[in-house]
């Protein structure tokens, strides 16, 4: 059974298209930015049959772009390049694939008028570098930019494709998604479908642990852990033909997993911790008001990510000083003086008070040091405190955590909303 | 002159050990993360002499890993890899260097005893997989990791630096500050110093108009511009000798970018918004208040990330109801039905009602549309207002911006930051 399995994969993985993200930019080498463009691009190809075998990031000098894209030509069937369109002298990304495709560049007259009027729309003057972007490859497929200046391109040669996308997230992944997702869907026969299971709760060994034998017993799906700040995902991955239906191989084992590590589970769909607390909320209607301290709003920031939280999501309070917690949580003076801000008391009078001025049906408090000051021996930073109130009462869990400030409020976020699930999922 | 600087620049380029960050770990061609390894890496290098050319990727595949690092130790002097350390089968960085490089795995008794205690001090049982962790290619140095369980390690041959360190950024941070940076900074006698300008306020391709005869007359320190969501970065590198003072070179180059582009350049080191209005606030000495509805405690939770910020920060409310308007900042009602949430005079109601009852000498109110609901002709999605009141009155911009939600919020945060600090720098 595995051995056939085994041999389907192999079979499967040649025929599928293989793709190189070539990233240009010194922006990336220099470490100014992660190249979360390659990310983004590598998550969406496999659902149209496409395998990512390579990421590669080049700087903006021609002869090196050249190479890597000669390389990247050899051992790929299409190279997904990003960045280097924009109108000045370094971007040269186009005039580099050009000239190794020995295509002309010429002047693309629609996308010159989409530059006109873009700059006409936000009221700006174009300079007579904006030009530039309109010219591109001689044959070329255009891809139109709705949120930018710079047009990209897909150019086929010899077997191979060359796809070209702005570097901005904001103007390549909806350039992608209009254009390279249906060229790629056109072409395909194969397709490698993954899920994503989000665990949060229990260590990455415990959890291996507990489904060692699934993950060796694979073939199709395939499964593999990936642990991050206090949390695992589990990939399955399942390979088979275009029309097949990958959901038929990846549910029983999605099911199986769900049974071992039980409501540890908070997302079968790829969904982060916020994504699905705020559409839990909102899908049972349980309206939410949140009072933060050692977050800084950061719980509220993530849960207003999401479109049409306002249903549920009534306000929050970042009391960063006592007053604040006085004024608009009414927490006791004096429960400041004898047990501090941060506190068990503290945080149970603060979610206690949320709760009574928003008539919310839940009301969530944070209170902690989140370094790297301010920690003492007896209340050390990472010392946190999260209480939930409700009409059935209030509960409050304390925390100890290590690591940067930055790493302490993200666990604290975790920890909190990971809190108002298991309340709202136990209220069935 | 400028062909003298190009010379030297040259020379150095020639000079100045390259490196290449070879990340392996199909987590990172499915896109399950970015690889900010490769980003941290590569900001730190360039200040002990090495500059990175190239980042690859390559998935637990044995054969496509000796061929990328074939090639890396082709075209650079020192290839530094990250990932595939770990206990398990599909871990293999080691075993396939080794057997490019020709050495034999051995056992390192000094690692596999701290393994030992590694799983001691947790209360985990060590597992026989975790033995080949501690076997290591002969000849290498040994690098410590103090914060999980494989060991990386530093292979010499034939002139070329072989680094490998493990996958998970918390272990690979500190193993590569506390061996890496050392080795090199041993090795070189040359240096990339990089400052970073960022820039608001004014497009790409304007700013480039204002500075291009610097640009183009760039050799020593070289200017590069970085255009992203609404901002700009300027990089000014300069290449000198170890000893050398790189803040001369740069320094008379920074002073005339700043002079042409103004007070749109908000930081020369290199800092972000949040942090540069954060810290300007800290140490005048002004304290703020925050009511933000659109951004739903963005820039609470931005400038909250900052230490010490709790000295000027005092507030912040997310009234993301029109209840919370009116209880917490004290909307008219009226103000509301009349206007909307999303009008000038609502938000300028916020500001002033923030600033009243927070008794800070800033009071900052947003309000807007961010989509992708909510939109309609006469207050599309995009509107946004945002008000800063203090002593002197309130002041009150209105915005238009475009793209998705998470953009939307995105550039009304760095447009509501920049209005503090343009308003904080105006007081002297």
Redesign the interface.
Known sequence: MVLLFSVLTIVLEDMIMNAEVL?V????????????N???????L?DVGVG??????????PK?LK??LT?ALK?SDAVIMTGGL?????DLTKETVSELLDKRLVLHEESLKKIENFFKGVH????D??VKQAYLPEGCIVMKNN?GTAPGCIIEKDGKTVIMLPG?P?EMRPMFEENVIPYFEAKSSYKLV?R?IRVFGIGE?AMETEILDLIQGQANPTI?P???EGEV?L?V?AKCVRDEDAQQLLDPVIEEIKKRLGNTVYSTEDKNMHQAVGELLISRGISLA?A?SC???????R???I????RV?????????N??KI??LGVNIKTLEKHGAVSRETAVEMAQGILK??KTDLGLSVTGIA???GGTAEKPVGLVYVALAHSGGVECKEFRLW?S??RI?NVTVLNALDIIRRHVLEQK
């Not at 999501?313 to 000083?321: P, Q, W």
């Open positions: 990233a930019g010194t922006e990336l080498l220099m470490g100014q930015i992660a190249n979360t390659a990310q983004y691009i590598s998550k969406r496999p990512v075998y390579y990421h590669s990031v080049v700087g903006d000098n090196r190479e890597s390389l051992r924009g109108p000045t002298q370094d700006r003057t174009m300079t570098n904006n949120n901005p904001s993954s994503f060994s593999a990936y642990a991050k995902t990939r991955t949140l933060e977050t800084g709003g950061l719980i509220a920031s849960l207003t990510e479109p049409g939280i306002s999501f009534n306000r929050g309070i970042v009391c960063y000083s007053q604040s004024e608009n001025t928003s370094g790297p000051e690591g400030r930055e409020r």
